[in-house]
């Protein structure tokens, strides 16, 4: 069986969406066909009888665009506006101290950027949503936690992990990004100050290389930035300080080694005791119970509603396709084309008015919010309760290069 690695998604630009029902091309019209789709009593599942249908929500990049925050393919995505724009693998993470400084440089200046964003009205309205209980589960592509900040009470499945931790990759402990980022601070004074000179500056409030060097952040061509007297080649960051003291076992049952230099930062004669994001990057797999979890939420919804997302990498597409050979409607919500989307739309009828599927390309954060408008002010109520889908998650975990 092959193993679900994360792959590198397509980079070209999708053919433009068939809308559906016609009807959705409008505002009130793609409102109505939702309302039509979430309501709708379901052919497939007994357990709907007598209540509010269960829809799983899937959601990507394109959900917090309005958060400020690059997608990868919209018309300011990180593939159109920045061409040098290239993630790491895991195995050159794993394996190459020289990649993993010039990771932590860039997601040192990155993560600003990330931690002043907040959830946007698409999130909310999601949270709304379950509140009418008419959504009962997330699974989202997005590192940012937005969906966990917005709707805390609300399941969500994060599909490729979250950048607010740091992972080590030995003993799988778990630290805050933000401490970490005063760590890394700490260890790169120069880095340090030059940050605050760009925040300064508004660099950051744009992907842009153009721009950013019009605002005086300078970058190579691979879109790193060397200080002068501060390559990135200098860059340090900190060791696992549970690895520091207590070294584990390597698999010969040898004790590994970690060192640190006289500030704290890992030595590259060390044999453990590495922090990764954790977010599942390239190359690497996502762990079996959150792939498990997120396959079950499916199995056990009447419908899928897909979000920000044109579906190019394959863990988000199979969920989607899992949901079509279970014969279960979907409805997509993006700007821009999707992956396979006519084999998600083959068979539909084509006088249904939503209940069948939907293909709406309005942007999330003006549609959902009317939606919830709509629902609330025809009153509709629900009492099911959600199910839990446990995710054990420890270790590894994804990845949209903050920093490009
Ligand atoms: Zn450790």
Redesign the pocket.
Known sequence: MRKPYMRIPYTDVLAAPTIIPKSAKALSGAVAALQEFLVAPSSLSPSSSGTRPYTAVLTGAGISVASGLADYRGTKGTYRVNKTFRPIYYHEFLNNHEARKRYWARSFIGWSTLHKAKPNASHFAIKHLNDLGLVRGVITQNVDSFHSHAHPALQTIELHGYLRSCV??????ELPRDGFQNELARLNPAWDVFLQEILASGALDTENPDERRARGMKTNPDGDVDLPGAPYTTFRYPA????LTNP?LTANGTRATVEVDSDGAWAPTSS??I?KPAVVMFGESIQHSVKAAAEEMINDADRLLIVGTSLATYSAWRLAKLAKDQKKPIAIVNIGGVRGEDVLFVDLDPNQQGNQGIRVEISTDELLPTLVEQFRSSNVQTTREAPNYVVKTQGASVFKDMLS
Not at 168 to 173: F, G
Not at 240 to 243: E, F, I, Y
Request: net charge neutral; proline share 14%.
């Open positions: 080590c990759i030995s003993c799988h402990e696992c300080p549970r690895c584990p453990a005791g922090l």
